[in-house]
C-alpha cells in the first residue's frame, strides 16, 4: 500500500534558524507529492507541489525536492520566522478511480518557532 | 479564486439531533471529498464524490450521509452521532477531470469543529 513517513515532532526552533522536516514515501505507482500546513484552528493549506522527479516545490521561502531515487521529499527553509509555528503534513497523491486523487498523509511533524 | 467554503464553522448537536454540513466551491472542480480529523492526527479520508457520484466511501458508519446535489455542492449529513465523532470535518476539491490534471494538489475548506454531547 501507499505511505507517506514524517519525523517525529515538535521541533522547536529560534527565529532565523535553518529548518529541515524529513518525509520519505512508499507508493505502488508514481505519485505527486505535496506539503500542506495547518495553522491552529484552521484547515490545511497547500504549501508546495511536486509532480515528477527532481521537481522543486518553492512557496514562501519554503523548498523541496521529489528525490525518486530516496523515494523522499524533504522540507526545508533557511530561516524561519514565528509565523510559520504550525503543523506540517507531508502528503502523496496517486489517481485512484479515474478521476479522483485520493492523498495519504504522513503523521504531521509540530513546529515551534520562538523569539 | 482558490476557496473552499465550509458552513458551519463550529456545530454542537446532541446524540439524537440531525444536522447538515455544507461545502461549496466555484473553482469547477469535479472531484470533491470529505475528511475527518481528530486532534494531533491527520486527516482521515471518509468519501469521494466523482462527477458527483460517489466514488469512495471508506467504510464510514451509516450516521454519516454525504449529499452532492451539483458540482460546486457538497454536504454531510449527520445523524445520531457518538461523542467519539467529535472533530474537525474537513471538505476539499480537486480537479478531477478526465485527461487534465492527473494526481493534482486538493483543495481544503476551513472546516467544521463538531462536538456531539
Known amino acids: 500500500g501507499n505511505s507517506v513517513t514524517q519525523m517525529e515532532g515538535p521541533v522547536t526552533l529560534s527565529e532565523e534558524a535553518f529548518l529541515t522536516i524529513n518525509c520519505t514515501y512508499t507508493a505502488t505507482g508514481y505519485p505527486s507529492l505535496f506539503w500542506y500546513v495547518q495553522y491552529p484552528g484552521e484547515g490545511l493549506q497547500l504549501l508546495l507541489k511536486a509532480t515528477k522527479a527532481d521537481d522543486k516545490g518553492s512557496n514562501k521561502g519554503f523548498e523541496a525536492t521529489y528525490r525518486k531515487e530516496t523515494t523522499s521529499f524533504h522540507l526545508e527553509k533557511g530561516s524561519v520566522q514565528v509565523s510559520d509555528s504550525a503543523v506540517y503534513f507531508c502528503?502523496?497523491?496517486?489517481?485512484?478511480?479515474?478521476?479522483?486523487?485520493?492523498?495519504?498523509f504522513g503523521t504531521g511533524t509540530r513546529l515551534q518557532v520562538t523569539l | 479564486d482558490t476557496e473552499v467554503t465550509q458552513t458551519p464553522k463550529h456545530l454542537v448537536m446532541g446524540m439524537t439531533n440531525k444536522k447538515s454540513l455544507k461545502c461549496e466551491q466555484h473553482?469547477?472542480?469535479?472531484?470533491m471529498y470529505w475528511y475527518k480529523q481528530k486532534a494531533k492526527k491527520p486527516p482521515e479520508l471518509m468519501f469521494v464524490y466523482s462527477y458527483e457520484k460517489l466514488s469512495i466511501n471508506e467504510s464510514v458508519p451509516s450516521r454519516f450521509s454525504p449529499e452532492c446535489p451539483n458540482s460546486s455542492l457538497l454536504n454531510l449529513h449527520l445523524h445520531a452521532l457518538q461523542p467519539e465523532d467529535s472533530a474537525l470535518y474537513l471538505c476539499a476539491s480537486s480537479q478531477g477531470k478526465q485527461g487534465v490534471g492527473m494526481n493534482t494538489e486538493a483543495f481544503f475548506g476551513q472546516g467544521t469543529r463538531l462536538t456531539v454531547v
Open positions: 473553482m469547477g472542480h469535479r472531484a
Open positions: 502528503a502523496l497523491s496517486l489517481l485512484n478511480t479515474g478521476t479522483a486523487s485520493k492523498l495519504t
